[in-house]
């Protein structure tokens, strides 16, 4: 027997209630989760939120689910419920058999039959999710749906709330920080991360990963260790897990007692589960590690006179591979000969190349500019073999202004290729003067001073494993590029 629409209403109101306390973000959302499981008669209930890149969903609030389930790792948006991102309802009637259940075991192991998925929509698009759990599998009434979705509703201004608040901080600190040195780098704005962190060290962790651009998850998963009977009897929750790296972090001060506690952990976590990837680290292992995984050039914690990040090496990685597939693709069946522009390209070259599945030739020019302005261009090094006949892919770092690429591609044409086209990582449009034809695109880039990973400001900063702006006091009066 369903609830009357006056006993929703007494409840909505109740959540409204709470939604306006002054609560944390964390306890509104447990108390919300309780009272909506209640309303439909469930066995459980997590409220979540997308991470910023919309890759992962993070528990902000749960009500009557164990903690082994809560942590059971971490939750892919393309694999659990995935039509929730796009805005729709989803229900599982066997979440054992169901494959867009990401964990069927666990939900075998833990007693859960049925799910019901409701997006939670900010301007019709899903930035988090209300889940409901029962153990016996049942069907939701028309009512308990549009009761959910009120709650989403609720939800989705709780959540912008909560963003609106964490940037405004964010904020704050940041221009206290500028305002203490024009040269120390400022946090990216991120979207909403409702982490509540156990140890400020892992909230320093947390900012540097954020600086790097590398996705983190804090403690998506536990792992029992030790169990009486059926029950576990103890277990270990990582604090961080590197969706990138595929990579657990624990954390750790140098206290000789806890460092020996936590390794006795990870031994047996090694033992019990060989295929998981673990370190514990202390605050310099960390910066190491970062610079290991090519996050930060020699170990150092962040970039003099870099801003920030705006693709870290993960991404520009997987753009170029992507790049890759579709020339690959493209040019299936041909040879082709790739032009780079000296110097900015030789990163990107060098990367772009090694995943192109054609036979292909490579080939350099070098270029100079003057005139008053700095807008003329000149040849200073030519082709080395001819490209009459053959198909001509130009791959360049940046297309600034165009003047660079307009020169070269009417340079090139004039040798008759067979075709010519033109891969370029970044694409600074804003800044456009000529109109030129570009093929493929990595990334299309803010008209801020970008350097990195090929690209350079005073001929340093090339050796940067990823692209990063740099700071506006640095090059105040240059022209950017
Ligand atoms: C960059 C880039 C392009 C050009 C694009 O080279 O490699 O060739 O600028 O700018 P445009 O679209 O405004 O013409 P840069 O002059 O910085 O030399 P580099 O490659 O040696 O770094």
């Known amino acids: 027997m369903g609830r009357s629409r006056a006993s929703y209403y007494s409840i909505l109101k109740q959540i ?39 890759e992962y969903l993070i528990t902000i609030g749960a009500y009557g689910l164990s903690d082994i389930y809560l942590k059971k790792g971490p939750l892919d948006v393309h694999k659990s419920l995935p039509d929730i991102l796009d805005g729709k309802v989803v229900f599982i009637a066997n979440a054992a058999k169901d494959e867009r259940v990401q964990y ?21 698009e899903a930035i988090g999710e209300i889940r409901i759990y029962t153990r016996e599998p049942r069907q939701f009434s028309e009512a308990d749906r549009s009761f959910l979705l009120s709650v989403a509703d609720i939800c989705a201004v709780i959540f912008e709330r909560a963003e609106l608040h964490q940037l405004l901080e964010q904020d704050y600190k940041a221009s206290e920080k500028r305002r203490k040195s024009s040269r120390v780098s400022s946090l990216p704005a991120t979207t909403l991360r409702p982490t509540s962190f156990a140890h400020p060290s892992e909230e320093d962790f947390a900012k540097l ?53 936590k390794n006795r952990k990870l031994r047996q976590l090694r033992a019990l589960y060989p295929e998981v990837n673990i370190r514990l680290l202390n605050k310099s292992d960390f910066l190491k590690l970062l610079a290991k995984y090519g996050y930060g050039p020699l170990g150092e914690a962040k970039v003099e006179g870099v801003d920030r990040v705006l693709y870290s090496h993960a991404k520009i990685q997987r753009r170029v591979r992507t790049l890759a597939r579709h ?40 270029i100079s500019y003057y005139g008053s302005d700095g807008q003329v261009v000149k040849i200073t090094r030519d082709l080395d073999s001819s490209i009459t006949g053959q198909h001509v892919l130009m791959v360049e770092d940046i297309v600034d202004t165009g003047m660079t690429l307009n020169y070269i591609l009417s340079h090139l044409s004039a040798h008759n290729p067979a075709s010519l086209r033109v891969c370029t990582l970044l694409d600074k449009r804003a800044r456009r003067l000529v109109n030129v034809p570009l093929d493929y695109v990595g990334f299309e880039v803010p008209d801020e001073f970008v350097v990195g990973y090929g690209l350079d400001y005073k001929g340093e900063y090339r050796n940067l494993p990823f692209i990063g702006i740099l700071h506006p006091e640095l090059i105040k009066g240059t022209k950017p590029r």
């Open 16 to 54: 409204n209630k709470v939604a306006n306390s002054a609560l944390s973000l964390k306890k509104i959302c447990n108390s919300i989760a309780k009272s909506a499981a209640k309303a439909v008669q469930a066995n459980g209930c997590r409220i979540l939120s997308f991470n910023p890149q919309k």
């Open 104 to 124: 069927p075991k666990v939900a075998l192991a833990q007693g859960i039959s049925s799910i019901l998925g409701i997006p939670v929509l900010e301007k019709g």
């Open 209 to 261: 990963l954020d600086f790097y651009c590398i996705e983190w998850l804090y403690e998506p998963r536990s792992f029992p260790l030790r169990w009486e009977g059926d029950k576990i009897a103890e277990m270990f929750t990582p604090d961080f897990y590197l969706p990138e790296l595929d990579l657990y972090i624990e954390l750790t001060t140098l206290k000789q007692n806890l460092l020996t506690e």
């Open 327 to 366: 020339i690959s693709r493209d040019y299936t069946g041909q040879r082709l000969v790739l032009v780079g522009i000296l110097k900015g390209v030789v990163c990107f070259m060098a990367d772009l190349m090694q995943h192109l599945s054609l036979p292909v030739t490579l080939d350099f020019m070098a």
